[in-house]
């Protein structure tokens, strides 16, 4: 009997030179993606709680300033801006930087963050001039007790707060509606001997007083 022969195996047991070439070219691929993810990858990533607020290009006025412009400061978040604005409703205008001692939730170190950002303009500067205007436009409301208009300043005759009602209070610099009831309770307990006793108001910090001090008498 004849044997067969079996057809000789086609297949090649080593791998063509292509394959070889292809598998060369991904390794490649993946080596040079990881290289480029380690190197960028950081800057591809979001950071969507991440705030970086307008940067300031001026000094922000404290008596003026918006809820926005406030925001601008180093270190003052939404609840810190709130507060400013609240405590310059109730107390009035700030006579100095220094008064943000007084306002809630700023304290001496938060302070000196703020300090170089803010400006309290002095009475006579004609930054203060658009605010009275504003102030002229709108109505005032019936139930608004009428004041004397214009703040008092050096040289004036000074103001006796033992005898002097809301409305002559509010004339002093920095002196509110709240501020003038509180020290109208403050002497209904014990009359003022000195300028010098009106720190026993709270909310009246040295620099207030001294902007105070030559503005009132204590009869």
Same mark, same amino acid.
């Given at each position: 009997?004849?044997?067969?022969?079996?057809?000789?195996?086609?297949?090649?047991?080593?791998?063509?030179?292509?394959?070889?070439?292809?598998?060369?070219?991904?390794?490649?691929?993946?080596?040079?993606?990881?290289?480029?993810?380690?190197?960028?990858?950081?800057?591809?990533? $979001?950071?969507?709680?991440?705030?970086?607020?307008?940067?300031?290009?001026?000094?922000?006025?404290?008596?003026?300033?918006?809820?926005?412009?406030?925001?601008?400061?180093?270190?003052?978040?939404?609840?810190?801006?709130?507060?400013?604005?609240?405590?310059?409703?109730?107390?009035?205008?700030?006579?100095?930087?220094?008064?943000?001692?007084?306002?809630?939730?700023?304290?001496?170190?938060?302070?000196?963050?703020?300090?170089?950002?803010?400006?309290?303009? $002095?009475?006579?500067?004609?930054?203060?001039?658009?605010?009275?205007?504003?102030?002229?436009?709108?109505?005032?409301?019936?139930?608004?007790?009428?004041?004397?208009?214009?703040?008092?300043?050096?040289?004036?005759?000074?103001?006796?707060?033992?005898?002097?009602? $809301?409305?002559?209070?509010?004339?002093?610099?920095?002196?509110?509606?709240?501020?003038?009831?509180?020290?109208?309770?403050?002497?209904?307990?014990?009359?003022?001997?000195?300028?010098?006793?009106?720190?026993?108001?709270?909310?009246?910090?040295?620099?207030?007083?001294?902007?105070?001090?030559?503005?009132?008498?204590?009869?």
């Amino acid at each position: 009997m004849t044997a067969v022969n079996a057809p000789p195996d086609s297949r090649d047991p080593s791998p063509s030179p292509r394959r070889a070439q292809v598998a060369l070219a991904a390794v490649g691929v993946v080596m040079v993606g990881l290289l480029v993810y380690r190197g960028y990858g950081h800057r591809l990533v $979001a950071h969507p709680t991440d705030h970086h607020p307008a940067p300031i290009v001026r000094h922000v006025d404290l008596n003026s300033a918006d809820r926005a412009e406030l925001l601008q400061i180093p270190s003052v978040g939404p609840a810190l801006a709130d507060s400013i604005l609240s405590h310059r409703r109730e107390h009035g205008q700030f006579a100095a930087v220094d008064d943000l001692n007084a306002v809630h939730g700023i304290g001496d170190r938060t302070l000196d963050k703020i300090r170089p950002w803010v400006a309290v303009p $002095a009475p006579d500067e004609p930054a203060a001039e658009p605010t009275v205007e504003r102030l002229e436009r709108k109505p005032v409301a019936p139930s608004t007790p009428p004041t004397r208009s214009g703040k008092l300043r050096a040289g004036d005759p000074p103001l006796d707060v033992n005898s002097a009602t $809301a409305s002559d209070l509010q004339r002093l610099p920095g002196i509110g509606p709240v501020m003038a009831r509180k020290i109208i309770e403050s002497r209904n307990s014990e009359r003022f001997k000195s300028p010098d006793d009106l720190r026993r108001v709270k909310g009246i910090g040295p620099k207030t007083l001294g902007t105070l001090r030559p503005l009132v008498v204590c009869r």
